[in-house]
C-alpha cells in the first residue's frame, strides 16, 4: 500500500526537479501521471501570469513621470527608468552597477553604504531625505533614500 503512495509522489518529485531546470520531461503513462501533468499545466499558467505582470510593471515603470530605480543589497543600480534618467541626467548605461550613491552629494555619498549595512542587519528601512544631484551638478532633486 504505502508504494501506490510514494511511486506517484517520488515521480511528481522527480518532475518537479526538473521543472526548477528548466526541463519538461515527458511523463509516460501510469501512476501519477494525472497529477504531474496538473502541475505542468498549473505552473505554464502561473509563468504567464508572471510573465503578464512583468510586462504590465515594465510599461508602467518605462512611462512614469516619476524617477524609479532600483539597487541591490550592496547598493549597485540594477535598473532606472526613463524618468529617472532625465532627472539626474544620466544616460543608463552610465550607471548600471553603479553604486546608487553616485547620485547623493556629500554628505550622504559617504553614508550610504553605512545605511546598507544597517537595514541587511537589523531589518529597519532607515529612510532619510536628502539632496540628489544631477550628473551635470546644475540640478538638484529631493526625495527619501
Not at 504567464?48 to 515594465?58: G, S, Y
Not at 544597517?118 to 539632496?131: F, L
Request: include cysteine; glycine fraction near 6%.
Amino acid at each position: 500500500m504505502a508504494w501506490r503512495l510514494s511511486r506517484p509522489l517520488s515521480n511528481l518529485a522527480d518532475v518537479a526537479e526538473s521543472i526548477s531546470r528548466g526541463d519538461w520531461p515527458e511523463i509516460s503513462s501510469g501512476s501519477g501521471t494525472a497529477e504531474v501533468n496538473a502541475l505542468r499545466r498549473a505552473i505554464r499558467a502561473r509563468e504567464a501570469t508572471v510573465e503578464d505582470q512583468r510586462r504590465r510593471l515594465h510599461a508602467v515603470l518605462e512611462t512614469a513621470v516619476n524617477g524609479v530605480l532600483t539597487i541591490d543589497e550592496s547598493g549597485p543600480i540594477e535598473s532606472m527608468n526613463p524618468a529617472a534618467c532625465r532627472i539626474f541626467g544620466y544616460d543608463l548605461e552610465e550607471v548600471l552597477g553603479q553604486n546608487v550613491k553616485v547620485l547623493m552629494p556629500s554628505p550622504y555619498h559617504e553614508e550610504h553604504d553605512g545605511y546598507i549595512a544597517n537595514h541587511i542587519e537589523t531589518g529597519e528601512a532607515r529612510i532619510s531625505a536628502s539632496v540628489e544631484r544631477s550628473k551635470d551638478c546644475a540640478r538638484t532633486v529631493v526625495g527619501f533614500l
